[in-house]
């Protein structure tokens, strides 16, 4: 089953009945967060930090172990993964507010980089956007002499040109709903080819603050950096140069994190307003439990009201990102431990955010 399908139309009810009760009945918001910090660690991750807005509040707590065998905090630095899509997003909508770029725009490539097609139509900036490419997942020679362990280091621009030689479209573009990497590796390169992390760091991280979230560890947040980890081993850092847009190098924080939803969720209050406002913006209805913007994906909670959301992981991270506008909440969590999720179940880092942000919702 495709991943984002399952884990919208399956999370929300699993998770949500994970850790029964709500804020107000059982302690109020730590308590609450700490219920799902301590189920993070019985999953099996070594540490986990949470970040949650709700209304005015912010509260960000961390459990077990990281840096220097400290607790984790909001400044611990953790992998982002596929959030980093939402960032890219944002780039894009930047340069669609600036009228630099167009959604109905072709992707337009250097000439040695066959961009490929199916059908009458071309493949949008907007359909890159919305995962309505037609694009596989990775390029096909992604895994060609790769280390496993860290797969999109060893990638160049010259095997990207040779992988799209090779690429061959799903479905037509804007037609279908499949997820891609390599559809959001591309867009970073078509908003700034060959200066993509430099590129998110100027039209996104800089404006809102995100100090921590970078492709380029410095030296004082390598020293507040967990480890991670897969089926309770160490294991190194993913690294990428030629399609880190997708989130397969990212770093931040739960700080970060915070800063970042408290924008979704205030717009208005944004440097970014404009651009944001479009990311959330709904192209493209997968089913009646999935839409998608701009990046972002948006399922019903229970309550009606609209959960905005992403998730990630790297080799040895997990991420989890959901809002709801128009509640005035929203929650992130991170831990430094690889998963995936089964047929029946979905990863723990998501059931458990989601389940938070409902339990939030509902209070």
Request: glycine residues 10%.
């Given at each position: ?12 009810a ?122 596989p ?13 860290d ?5 160049t ?5 040779i ?90 924080t ?28 709904p ?5 009646p ?31 989890c ?30 059931a ?12």
């Amino acid at each position: 089953m495709d991943r984002r399908k399952f884990l919208a139309v399956g999370t929300m009810a699993a998770g949500a009945s994970l850790l029964p009760g709500s804020a107000a009945a059982n302690g109020g918001l730590p308590t609450l967060v700490r219920r799902h910090l301590d189920a993070a660690l019985a999953a099996g991750s070594p540490s986990v930090v949470c970040g949650v807005i709700h209304g005015r509040r912010t509260y960000v707590e961390g459990a077990g172990t990281a840096a220097g065998g400290s607790v984790p905090d909001g400044r611990t630095v953790y992998q982002l993964g596929s959030i980093t899509k939402t960032l890219t997003a944002t780039a894009l909508a930047r340069a669609v507010c600036t009228g630099t770029a167009r959604l109905d725009a072709p992707l337009v490539l250097p000439a040695r980089f066959r961009v490929p097609r199916k059908g009458p139509r071309r493949i949008t900036l907007a359909d890159l956007a919305t995962h309505t490419s037609g694009l596989p997942s990775v390029p096909p020679n992604l895994l060609d002499e790769a280390d496993l362990s860290d797969p999109y280091a060893h990638y160049t621009l010259d095997d990207l040109a040779i992988g799209l030689r090779a690429t061959e479209l799903s479905t037509e573009p804007g037609t279908v709903y499949t997820y891609s990497n390599l559809g959001f590796g591309l867009l970073g390169q078509a908003l700034a080819f060959d200066d993509v992390d430099a590129m998110l760091r100027r039209q996104v991280a800089s404006p809102l603050g995100l100090v921590d979230t970078t492709t380029t560890l410095r030296d004082d947040m390598a020293s507040r950096k967990a480890v991670g980890h897969h089926e309770g081993e160490p294991v190194p850092d993913w690294h990428d140069r030629v399609l880190s847009a997708c989130g397969s190098s990212m770093f931040s924080t739960a700080d970060d994190m915070v800063r970042f939803l408290n924008a979704q969720l205030r717009p208005g209050r944004s440097p970014l307003r404009d651009a944001v406002e479009l990311t959330q913006r709904p192209r493209f209805t997968v089913d009646p439990n999935l839409r998608v913007g701009l990046g972002w994906h948006l399922s019903p909670l229970s309550s009606g009201r609209t959960m905005t959301w992403h998730n990630g992981g790297t080799g040895g991270f997990s991420t989890c990102a959901a809002f709801s506008r128009e509640r005035g909440t929203a929650v992130v969590m991170m831990v430094n431990t690889s998963s995936e999720e089964t047929p029946t179940a979905a990863r723990p880092v998501d059931a458990l955010t989601f389940s938070l942000l409902s339990q939030l919702d509902a209070a």
